[in-house]
Nanobody, 126 residues
């Protein structure tokens, strides 16, 4: 059974960089043709897909986040990471890592994600 666990600081100051890591157990992040995403949910709002890194290292980003976001991976640790630059208080959200088939029709159909982490709350505040 594949399990995901997010880790990172719970508090980030405005204008700083938000960094989170997702550790995958019970499966490999290089499994064909899977992709691993970062998704967030601000308080009182819906889910927002931020971007993904596929089994072969290819990356995909939401236009809403592309200019400020980087997703990378460490295959030796079976982890993938999110870096979000220049965060603002609007970046306060529960951040999730999740996995699904890379070739599903839409990154924004959250029902297609097969496995999720429990989520981690990140607060952006001075």
């Amino acid at each position: 059974q594949v399990q995901l666990q997010e880790s990172g600081p719970g508090l980030v100051k405005p204008s700083q960089m938000l960094s989170l890591t997702c550790t995958v157990s019970g499966g490999s992040i290089t499994t064909s043709y899977y992709a691993w995403s970062w998704i967030r949910q601000p308080p009182g709002k819906g889910l927002e897909w931020m971007g993904a890194i596929a089994y072969d290292g290819s990356t995909y980003y939401s236009p809403s986040f592309k200019s400020r976001t980087s997703i990378s991976r460490d295959t030796s640790k079976n982890q993938f990471s999110l870096q979000l630059n220049s965060v603002t208080p609007d970046g306060t959200a529960v951040y999730y890592c999740a996995g699904r088939d890379q070739y599903c029709s839409s990154w924004y159909d959250f029902a297609l994600f097969e496995v999720w982490g429990q989520g981690t709350l990140v607060t952006v505040s001075s």
